[in-house]
């Protein structure tokens, strides 16, 4: 009885101390969590788009953001006005009601009306088309990339973007989001001779003006846009990925029956 006594004596500080160790690491990721949310878009590069192509609610808002604000600038080329409907259960009606364009028809690739032409003339170059952009860039890219706009008084268009440095595209959904700066704070680092250099570094975003949606809001509206443009890269996606499971579960069967046939042709040959 001493000996067990006197083991969880020694035991105790252990124990006081791993307790007092979990209390510091909680408190110290809370003043993190705090410290960040105090300088909103500090963490940009770490945002995660975490969308669900099978989500067919999400991917019918998003192709209404998509039709609304990018369509006027940007094609899905690869992409058809029936197999979007049909994939989203979007009736041919509302389809034609809400979505498409005057005159274009449910065969008619979703195209936009913008000539390229005068697309160069006012933004230096041509839209890209967004069929494939999805799979080219990755859905965490375009995610980010709709959500790092800041006004840069600078440049033709009044915003630039920390995803894509000196993007020729306008920030079309600053009337959602409202507008941001961008703060920056100084960084030295040595150089040769004694010498330091002296860098600018993002620090976080200041809202200037809000817009009609908040925060919340705003990052749904981009999760949807985003699942949009995953769905059109792909649009057999989710059957690929659920037939995948049947194939593998049909290997391993085969694979059973494949080491049972073995075995019956070789039992003689032991």
Request: aromatic share 10%; net charge neutral; with cysteine.
């Given at each position: 009885?001493?000996i067990?006594?006197?083991?969880?004596?020694?035991?105790?500080?252990?124990?006081?101390?791993?307790?007092?160790l979990?209390?510091?690491?909680?408190?110290?990721?809370?003043?993190?969590?705090?410290?960040?949310?105090?300088?909103?878009?500090?963490?940009?590069?770490?945002?995660?788009?975490?969308?669900?192509?099978?989500?067919?609610?999400?991917?019918?808002?998003?192709?209404?953001?998509?039709?609304?604000?990018?369509?006027?600038?940007?094609?899905?080329?690869?992409?058809?006005?029936?197999?979007?409907?049909?994939?989203?259960?979007?009736?041919?009606?509302?389809?034609?009601?809400?979505?498409?364009?005057?005159?274009?028809?449910?065969?008619?690739?979703?195209?936009?009306?913008?000539?390229?032409?005068?697309?160069?003339?006012?933004?230096?170059?041509?839209?890209?088309?967004?069929?494939?952009?999805?799979?080219?860039?990755?859905?965490?890219?375009?995610?980010?990339?709709?959500k790092?706009?800041?006004?840069?008084?600078?440049?033709?268009?009044?915003?630039?973007?920390?995803?894509?440095?000196?993007?020729?595209?306008?920030?079309?959904?600053?009337?959602?989001?409202?507008v941001?700066?961008?703060?920056?704070?100084?960084?030295?680092?040595p150089?040769?001779?004694?010498?330091?250099?002296?860098?600018?570094?993002?620090?976080?975003?200041?809202?200037?003006?809000?817009?009609?949606?908040?925060?919340?809001?705003?990052?749904?509206?981009?999760?949807?846009?985003?699942?949009?443009?995953?769905?059109?890269?792909?649009?057999?996606?989710?059957?690929?990925?659920?037939?995948?499971?049947?194939?593998?579960?049909?290997?391993?069967?085969?694979?059973?029956?494949?080491?049972?046939?073995?075995?019956?042709?070789?039992?003689?040959?032991?």
């Open positions: 009885m001493r067990e006594l006197r083991r969880a004596a020694l035991a105790m500080p252990l124990v006081l101390a791993a307790l007092a979990g209390t510091m690491t909680a408190h110290a990721q809370e003043s993190s969590a705090a410290g960040e949310a105090a300088r909103p878009g500090a963490d940009w590069e770490s945002w995660r788009a975490n969308n669900n192509v099978s989500d067919r609610a999400s991917l019918q808002r998003g192709a209404r953001n998509f039709m609304s604000y990018c369509l006027g600038c940007h094609s899905l080329k690869y992409a058809r006005w029936s197999r979007v409907g049909t994939d989203l259960a979007i009736p041919a009606d509302l389809l034609q009601k809400d979505l498409m364009p005057p005159g274009d028809k449910l065969t008619d690739y979703i195209l936009s009306t913008m000539p390229p032409k005068d697309a160069e003339n006012w933004f230096g170059k041509a839209p890209p088309d967004l069929t494939l952009m999805a799979r080219a860039r990755g859905r965490d890219y375009l995610y980010r990339y709709l790092t706009f800041y006004l840069d008084p600078t440049r033709q268009t009044g915003a630039n973007n920390l995803q894509l440095p000196a993007t020729a595209m306008p920030h079309v959904l600053s009337e959602l989001e409202g941001k700066k961008a703060v920056y704070r100084d960084v030295t680092q150089a040769g001779g004694g010498q330091v250099t002296h860098e600018q570094v993002f620090d976080h975003f200041e809202t200037l003006a809000p817009g009609r949606l908040s925060a919340a809001e705003y990052d749904g509206f981009v999760r949807d846009t985003v699942n949009f443009l995953d769905y059109v890269s792909e649009p057999t996606q989710t059957a690929r990925r659920a037939l995948g499971i049947w194939v593998v579960l049909f290997l391993l069967l085969f694979t059973w029956l494949a080491w049972l046939m073995k075995q019956e042709y070789w039992k003689d040959v032991r």
